[in-house]
């Protein structure tokens, strides 16, 4: 092969690389600097999907469709036709039904300053039950806010803390960034002391306030463990209808990649008895 060949090769296969890495890249830049927690999500445990619809047709869909599946899907999940009917279904839906709000768009957009998103694909979307996990858990509370309560994931939201009662009330706790042209120069706990830092460096420095941890300052009616399943099994909920065939399809990738390894094998030495008589 000759050089030029050899590069254009080498150009093709960065290029075909650099594709398949894309969609990572993408989420990495796009997302909060907050480091996801490990929702430790298991789409295997049907019954946590079905204990997280039962919280999201109680808790969310006041606001928030799924409107992309029906009721009938979580029968997948093991629920009979009858128990979605009595557990899921409030008004005299059907199991057919796609899983609309009865929330008029219109009434969102005057009471959030904005349309309440359809939560079907959003697990895809934001890279799956751990962001949604963190989102649950990072709420907290911020009288600066119009609905009183701020995120830690999703800085400014728009959403109230819907899980507050069963989760208690978190208040942050913050630290003080100083930055100078946008590099972070120092760090403090205590706010005077930033100040004052920033007032003897002089205009060019700027001072950020971030939020460290959060603490409970009134407890809920559900122990922090408790809670913590609570927001596992709603992220297992939305993680399992963003791609209801997910299970499916990495079983069905196993055995792609058995077929595809025995298929190797055979065509190689399908090949050697071949050229034996060639050469
Ligand atoms: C009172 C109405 C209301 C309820 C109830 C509610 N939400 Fe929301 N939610 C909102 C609004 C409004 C937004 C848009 C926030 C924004 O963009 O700033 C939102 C945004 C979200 C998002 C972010 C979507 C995205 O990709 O931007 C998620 C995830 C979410 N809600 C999950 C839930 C879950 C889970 C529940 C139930 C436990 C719930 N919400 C209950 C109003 C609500």
Same mark, same amino acid.
């Given at each position: 092969?000759?050089?030029?060949?050899?590069?254009?090769?080498?150009f093709a296969y960065t290029a075909a690389i650099l594709c398949y890495?894309?969609?990572?890249?993408?989420y990495t830049a796009g997302g909060s600097n907050v480091p996801l927690l490990n929702a430790q999500v298991n789409l295997d445990n049907q019954a946590a999907i079905q204990h997280g619809a039962k919280y999201f047709v109680n808790y969310c869909m006041g606001c928030h469709a799924a409107e992309y599946i029906r009721y009938q899907l979580l029968e997948?999940?093991?629920?009979?036709s009858q128990q979605i009917k009595d557990?899921?279904?409030?008004?005299? %839906?059907?199991?057919?039904?796609?899983?609309? &709000?009865?929330? =008029?768009?219109?009434d969102a957009v005057t009471w959030f300053s904005g349309p309440v998103p359809d939560l079907t694909l959003t697990a895809r979307i934001r890279g799956g039950a751990d962001w949604i996990y963190t989102y649950l858990k990072g709420f907290y509370t911020d009288? %600066?806010?119009?609905?009183?309560?701020?995120? &830690?994931?999703? =800085?400014?939201?728009?959403?109230p803390n819907v899980l507050w009662s069963l989760e208690g009330i978190k208040s942050p706790v913050y630290r003080y960034q100083v930055k100078h042209q946008g590099v972070l120069e120092r760090e403090f706990t205590d706010e005077a002391t930033a100040v004052a830092y920033v007032e003897q460096q002089g205009s060019e420095y700027?001072?950020?306030?971030v939020v460290d941890h959060l603490v409970v300052t009134q407890p809920g009616s559900l122990s922090e463990a408790e809670f913590d399943q609570v927001a596992r099994d709603i992220s297992a909920f939305l993680d399992y209808i963003a791609e209801p065939m997910k299970q499916e399809r990495q079983q069905l990738g196993w055995w792609v990649l058995l077929f595809l390894s025995v298929f190797s094998t055979l065509a190689y030495f399908m090949k050697k008895a071949w050229w034996e008589d060639i050469h």
């Open positions: 092969m000759n050089q030029k060949k050899l590069l254009n090769r080498l890495l894309m969609p990572a890249i993408g997948n999940t093991g629920l009979t557990n899921l279904i409030f008004d005299n %839906g059907k199991v057919s039904d796609l899983m609309k &709000t009865a929330l =008029p768009q219109q009288p %600066g806010r119009p609905l009183g309560a701020n995120n &830690t994931l999703y =800085p400014n939201v728009g959403m700027k001072l950020e306030k």
